[in-house]
């Protein structure tokens, strides 16, 4: 595999991943938990770097 179809595979399991821990942190405890919250917000900025880092890559 080259290194732009793992970082596509990488930025889908992070997307993933930062949609389930907000769900999980806003719908499932007992009251809104801001830790899962602000995780999965980390993961959706650590995903829009790693795309952003490989359109640069591209040209």
């Known amino acids: 595999m080259n290194k732009n179809k793992v970082l596509s595979i ?10 389930a821990m907000i769900y999980i942190g806003g719908f499932y405890a007992p009251k809104v938990m801001l830790p899962p919250i602000i995780t ?16 640069t890559n591209n040209q």
């Open 10 to 19: 990488a930025l889908i399991l992070l997307i993933i991943l930062g949609i």
């Open 40 to 55: 999965g917000i980390g993961f959706f900025i650590i995903a829009w770097v790693m795309n952003t880092l490989k359109s």
